[in-house]
Each structure stands twice: as structure tokens, then as C-alpha cells.
């Protein structure tokens, strides 16, 4: 990516402090995990639910996170603050792929999840060829989450009503996409 043409405010932020990396997580990574994993702050509008036990984190970590299609963990140095994932939607002919994130409540507000998806952005549909489309789906009150996603370029397409069971209930939520065919992001 072109580092001077992609810069944007919250970028700017993040490069004022500190530099993130992308890479895949491990089992010794568990201890950090369990910072976010386990703040009722950040799971607010995740799909799981808190965690409330290490074993869950490395049952997690083992069993989903490493076997994972595409999860980067996000570090700054080599300790991991958060997750990025891309999630490829099955079903006949589909070119799409949905991007989901989340970060340690200490973290939050430097721009670093928009830094993430851009940077996620700029590989990703070089890594999958096929990929035309990646999007997100975020609850209607996230309004953070929507920020980030505009703030990387992506479309806000609209709401989808009772789209997604939240902890148990149908909710609404806004969806964005970005396209590879395109230079949306940057
Ligand atoms: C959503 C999340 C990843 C954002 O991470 P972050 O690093 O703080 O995001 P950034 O700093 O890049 O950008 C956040 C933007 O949202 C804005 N924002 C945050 N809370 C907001 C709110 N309640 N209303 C409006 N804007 C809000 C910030 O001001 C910032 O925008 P700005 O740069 O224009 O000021 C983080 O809050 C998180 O992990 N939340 C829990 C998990 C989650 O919701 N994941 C997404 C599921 S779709």
C-alpha cells in the first residue's frame, strides 16, 4: 500500500504512537487473549459471548483460531491487542468474504482497528483471487464499528432488518462492503 496516499485521520493517529502487525496466533498468545475475551466491555456487541475461563480461550485458540481461514492476530511488538478475521460466505457462486474485528478496550480510540482493516484491505484480495467482495456486518448500535469501516473505505449498503440472533434475539444491522475490482480504500 501506498503509505502517503493511504494516510487518513485515524491512521495518523495510530502512527503518531506506535507501529501494529498482522500475524497468526498461537497457544502462548492465551494470556492476552483473555483480556478482551474476558471484558463485557468489549463483547457488548460480539456474537459470543464473555469468556469466563482459560480453557475456553485455548479451546478456542486450538480448535478455531490457528485451523482459521484467514485470523491475524493484531500486536503491537509481539504482544497481541486484538483479532482481524476474514470469513469466506459459502454457498453456490458466492465471491465474498466478511471481515470481523476486535480489539482491547485499552486500545480502542487510536485508530488502530482502522489501520488493521486497511491493511487487511491491501492483501487480501491478493491473497484470494477470487474475492470480490469483502464486507462487514455490524449491529445497528455499534456506532464505533461503523466509524472504523467508513473511515477504511467502505460502503454503508444499508440496514438489514433482523439479519443476525444476538445473544438470542434478531437484530438489525448496517452492511458495508468493499470491492476488489476497485480502489475503494485509501
Ligand atoms: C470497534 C472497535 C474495533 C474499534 O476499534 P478502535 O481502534 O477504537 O477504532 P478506531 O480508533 O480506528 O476508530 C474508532 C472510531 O469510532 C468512533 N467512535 C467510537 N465510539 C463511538 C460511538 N459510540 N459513537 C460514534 N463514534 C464512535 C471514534 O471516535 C473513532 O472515530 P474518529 O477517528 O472519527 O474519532 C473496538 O471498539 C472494539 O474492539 N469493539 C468491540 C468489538 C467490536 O465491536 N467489534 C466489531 C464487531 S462488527
Request: proline share 4%; net charge positive.
Amino acid at each position: 500500500m501506498d503509505e502517503n496516499s493511504a494516510k487518513s485521520e485515524g491512521e495518523e493517529k495510530v502512527q503518531e504512537s506506535f507501529n501494529i502487525t498482522l500475524r497468526p496466533i498461537a497457544l502462548p498468545d492465551v494470556d492476552d487473549f483473555m483480556v478482551w475475551a474476558t471484558d463485557d466491555r468489549v463483547t457488548k456487541f460480539c456474537l459470543w459471548d464473555t469468556y469466563t475461563s482459560k480453557e475456553q480461550a485455548v479451546d478456542y485458540i486450538k480448535n478455531q483460531a490457528i485451523p482459521h481461514p484467514w485470523l491475524r492476530a493484531i500486536c503491537i511488538g509481539d504482544r497481541v491487542i486484538g483479532t482481524i478475521t476474514v470469513d469466506p460466505c459459502s454457498g453456490f457462486g458466492s465471491c465474498r468474504a466478511e471481515l470481523g474485528y476486535v480489539l482491547a478496550h485499552k486500545h480502542w480510540g487510536k485508530g488502530i482497528a482502522t489501520r488493521a482493516v486497511k491493511m487487511v484491505v491491501s492483501t487480501i484480495f491478493k491473497d484470494w483471487p477470487h474475492l470480490q467482495r469483502l464486507q462487514a456486518v455490524v449491529h445497528v448500535a455499534n456506532k464505533g464499528s461503523q466509524r472504523v469501516l467508513e473511515k477504511a473505505g467502505f460502503q454503508r449498503e444499508g440496514v438489514l432488518r433482523s439479519y443476525v440472533l444476538f445473544k438470542g434475539k434478531p437484530i438489525d444491522v448496517v452492511m458495508f462492503s468493499t470491492l476488489g475490482n476497485h480502489s475503494s480504500v485509501g
